[in-house]
């Protein structure tokens, strides 16, 4: 159920402390303008204030941070959507994330696709949905994971108003020329596609992408705007390359060796798996628009990632929690939790979904925790995720309202 209703004080919260990932109860948490202004002991309060509260005990924790998402990705089948009208992508856009607002997420970053407008109409209030952080269209070279033509087609739209997810560019000018137009535009990070994908019809997974010259390019645009670039790969090669260049965080990465691990923390570089998106594209892909082309390749990443994942882990890299679903399949986002349950611990995944995530997009301080002065961007829960994360695949049932900047957006407890 949603509705909209300000939250200017919440009592008897036993406050999830995403510092040490320990639970107080008895707190009090106080907000004024969508931010947290206070977090205290103690249950006091005037019961006819209005914007009062009562958890009734239950957990109060930050908002969730999706760090990997596509939110104008309403069908699998990515080419279709550089022939679709821009309207009706921004319709199910809306869909899209009014769904993932109600999964418990207040934040997602999109990592191709989204754009300004989407930003500025869910901060302005036009829909609800999570805050958005965008990176614009993803950079690909010819023939590259963000070139959706198949072999018989010989025509691109570059245009920033056609939905495609990607802007083909080859060579160094070109590629300075598409990140500029991207970061003119506001976008929060630039996407160069470092190797082949699952979702591309010409490539291969385990190609590797732009030149070196190219990709030093776009990582010094990114540097001259105070942004950063992020890197689709799968294989180490393209992993490790894409970091010695300057790539700050890489997307996917199933396919990561020692060397990758150590670079990783040599250059303070974060990874964002997406290992749900393998589950149902085997699953659902081609119910739901993934080409024949792109089904052949999704066993070629699909049992790697969850040993890329306890690599990682063990290994210390800091890892951002992320899905990337595209279709119909957006419905499984919260799935992620307990997939990543099986090699991380509870405390593991849910620093990824916040305080991790938060670095990632620069939002420390800001996101991913309960403390003053960070958003008040919150969940109120029935169940304890930090003894057992899982209880977040089912958010329908675990989760009982849904707070952002101040204002209870989702209450799912009315309605069971």
């Known amino acids: 159920m949603r509705i909209q209703s300000p939250v200017k004080t919440i009592i008897n919260a036993t406050v999830l402390d995403t510092a040490d990932f320990t639970l107080r109860p008895g707190q009090t ?47 699998a089948g990515m080419g279709e959507m550089a022939y679709t009208s821009p309207n009706y992508i921004a319709a199910q856009s809306k869909r899209i994330m009014e769904q993932m607002l109600a999964r418990g997420f207040t934040t997602v970053r999109d990592v191709a696709g989204a754009d300004y407008g989407l930003a500025r109409a869910v901060e302005e209030g036009l829909f609800r949905g999570p805050r958005l952080i965008f990176g614009g269209k993803a950079l690909s070279q010819t023939g590259g994971h963000g070139d959706m033509r198949g072999p018989g087609e010989s025509h691109v739209d570059n245009h920033r108003c056609c939905p495609a997810i990607g802007v083909v560019c080859d060579g160094e000018t070109a590629v300075r020329t598409a990140a500029r137009d991207q970061l003119r535009t506001g976008a929060h990070h630039l996407k160069i596609m470092l190797s082949g994908g699952v979702a591309s019809p010409t490539d291969r997974v385990d190609s590797i992408q732009f030149s070196d010259a190219e990709i030093r390019a776009a990582v010094e645009e990114a540097e001259a705007c105070n942004r950063y670039v992020t890197g689709h790969a799968y294989t180490a090669r393209a992993v490790n390359r894409g970091l010695h260049l300057g790539v700050r965080c890489i997307e996917h990465g199933n396919l990561i060796d020692d060397e990758s691990v150590e670079l990783f923390k040599k250059y303070d570089a974060f990874l964002v798996p997406t290992l749900v998106t393998y589950v149902h594209l085997k699953r659902d892909g081609a119910a739901t628009g993934l080409p024949v082309e792109s089904q052949r390749k999704v066993d070629s990443v699909l049992a790697s990632g969850l040993h890329a994942l306890e690599l990682a882990t063990k290994g210390g890299v800091k890892i951002a929690f992320g899905t990337d679903l595209l279709g119909d399949m957006h419905q499984y986002q919260s799935e992620e939790f307990e997939i990543r349950a099986q090699v991380q611990s509870s405390e593991q995944v849910l620093r990824s979904a916040s305080t991790t995530a938060a670095q990632l997009i620069g939002a420390e301080g800001k996101l991913g925790v309960l403390a003053p002065g960070a958003h008040a961007d919150l969940l109120v829960l029935n169940a304890d995720p930090v003894a057992d994360v899982r209880v977040l695949s089912q958010p329908e049932q675990s989760i009982d309202l849904v707070i952002k900047a101040g204002v209870l957006e989702v209450d799912h407890a009315s309605i069971r």
Do not use: Y
Not at 30 to 59: H, M, N, Y
Not at 63 to 69: K, N, P, S, T
């Open 29 to 75: 948490v106080q907000i004024s303008e969508g931010l947290i202004t206070q977090v205290r002991p103690g249950i006091d309060a005037d019961r006819d204030e209005p914007g009062l509260l009562d958890a009734g005990g239950r957990i109060v924790m930050p908002g969730l941070i999706d760090a990997h998402v596509h939110v104008t990705a309403a069908t």
